[in-house]
């Protein structure tokens, strides 16, 4: 079936087809909607012609920065995320021979597995639990205690983009966000006058 994330079809092939395409979206899935996020290797694809971690970590830093930032930008904040990129590009090639998938097909455990994408910028210790989940629940890749590390990003529901398989997945882990937001609103302290 492949992933249904973006809402684009050809945007979703890319992340089908690359598994960095795939680490990159979840990287980019930081202040900013999911379903862009995940268009953003499209677009560099799109505008490169490659989305190949060599050729990426090697573009040139300011030539990659302007395009992008070029309409429609890659992120609400292309100038930072595209130097990140380009980092995660450099630690895929040289750690992973360019090779991202083997970030967990060589994890020799879901914690492994956790440390692993941790240790990549813009991966905190939520973001790679996500991804870790997306992993496990999208493309069948669980060592064993992947759900321990992930904790409730495991469970049944609509808590993440790792639960996103369509449209209608989509709107409820918004609507899931909406209202974690709020009730963290709700409960915190008012501050006093």
């Not at 990287?27 to 499209?42: N, V």
């Not at 630690?91 to 992973?96: N, R, S």
Request: hydrophobic content about 45%.
């Amino acid at each position: 079936m492949g992933f249904q994330i973006t809402g684009d079809p050809a945007a979703d092939k890319v992340l089908d087809d690359s598994a960095f395409a795939l680490l990159i979206g979840m990287m980019l899935d930081q202040q900013y909607p999911m379903e862009h996020a995940f268009r953003g290797p499209a677009k560099v694809l799109d505008r490169m012609g490659t989305f190949e971690p060599d050729a990426i970590a090697a573009a040139d830093p300011e030539s990659f920065a302007a395009m992008a930032s070029t309409p429609p930008a890659i992120h609400r904040f292309p100038g930072s995320m595209a130097a990140r990129l380009q980092e995660v590009a450099r630690i895929v090639e040289e750690t992973y021979g360019g090779d991202a998938s083997r970030l967990w097909t060589e994890a020799a455990d879901g914690k492994d597995l956790l440390k692993r994408v941790m240790a990549l910028p813009g991966f905190g210790k939520q973001k790679a639990q996500i991804f870790v989940a997306l992993l496990a629940k999208q493309l069948d890749v669980r060592p064993e205690g992947w759900e321990a590390v992930v904790g409730d990003y495991a469970l049944e529901g609509h808590r993440s983009v790792a639960d996103v398989v369509d449209a209608d997945s989509l709107q409820k882990v918004r609507d899931f966000k909406k209202a974690k937001k709020a009730a963290a609103k709700a409960a915190a302290p008012t501050p006093p006058a």
